[in-house]
């Protein structure tokens, strides 16, 4: 909500100073001009871009009205799921960990986690990682490169919307200028008429180049810069899920591996390994499952041997 709040302040801002200056608000009304400079503006959007990015840009828009899900209690949810599904494959084995990578809607680990289950990239993303990780025939540092590149791709995708607003609010204040030479060629068709109505049509024009700047560096560019900052830390996570992963797929305990993970959150925003550690071994954990030689589920932790790599 925050965005939204910011936008506020910005209008309310102009209006009030506006205001103070003993001005007529009416007259800062000008739907021709609003039409001229909106219209050309969703023309442009529609120009340089396909409709998937066009779309995506609007869902981009609306989701800033909601808080990024980016936070501490999210990334320590995300520490406390690597662990339990971890430990799925140290006290089930592998076949069992399949039965979770395979079928992650009946899940007992995911379904804890509806903000994870409900993001199906996210989810893939973990998913697919795991299955090939336990699948034995691709080496550590491919794997590495392999979601180094699912995580660009995933970047890429988020920064796309970014730069097409950031294109039309670098075309507000231009298409401001269009609408006021607009107002001027009317103002001029105008002249010997009476003063008072060519003083109308020539604010008339003046508004058409103070909306295009108004719209540009006060909603559009501010829009741009935060979307741009929720992808950065859209990224982020996606690195932590990758230190978490790649140390499983090494071999590493799940604790360790967790660790890894916790170590590639931001530190603002990163949970102490005391908090974690409860946070894992806590409440919340998934059943024990018996191992596969018969052993109980509660025996100590074994380091996990590394997947044995092709020659």
Do not use: W
Request: aromatic fraction near 6%; include cysteine.
């Amino acid at each position: 909500m925050l965005p939204a709040l910011g936008i506020l302040v910005v209008f309310g801002a102009v209006i009030a100073g506006y205001l103070m200056e003993h001005g007529k608000l009416m007259v800062l009304v000008q739907p021709a001009e609003l039409v001229i400079i909106g219209g050309a503006a969703i023309g442009t959007l529609l120009v340089a871009n396909p409709l998937p990015v066009v779309i995506n840009l609007f869902k981009g828009v609306l989701g800033l009205l909601g808080n990024c899900r980016c936070t501490k209690a999210f990334y320590l949810d995300s520490l406390k799921m690597l662990y339990q599904l971890f430990q799925v494959a140290r006290k089930g084995g592998m076949a069992k960990l399949e039965e979770e990578i395979e079928a992650p809607e009946k899940s007992p680990v995911f379904s804890q986690y509806p903000a994870i289950s409900k993001d199906h990239h996210l989810l893939h993303f973990i998913c697919d990682t795991v299955r090939t990780s336990v699948s034995g025939v691709v080496l550590s540092h491919d794997l590495d490169a392999m979601l180094e590149a699912d995580i660009d791709v995933h970047h890429h995708g988020l920064s796309t919307p970014v730069k097409a607003l950031e294109t039309v609010g670098d075309a507000l204040p231009g298409l401001g200028i269009v609408a006021a030479v607009l107002g001027v060629v009317n103002t001029m068709g105008a002249l010997g008429g009476p003063p008072a109505e060519i003083g109308e049509k020539v604010a008339s024009a003046l508004v058409g180049t103070f909306l295009g700047i108004l719209l540009c560096y006060g909603l559009a560019a501010p829009l741009a810069a935060h979307m741009s900052k929720r992808g950065d830390a859209e990224n982020q996570y996606y690195q932590v899920l990758r230190a978490g992963l790649m140390a499983f797929a090494k071999g590493m305990a799940p604790i360790i591996a967790v660790e890894f993970a916790r170590r590639a959150i931001p530190h603002a925003l990163r949970p102490n390994f005391n908090d974690m550690e409860k946070a894992c071994k806590g409440a919340g954990a998934p059943p024990p499952v018996a191992e596969a030689d018969g052993t109980a589920a509660g025996a100590p932790e074994q380091v996990a041997e590394p997947v044995p790599e092709p020659a």
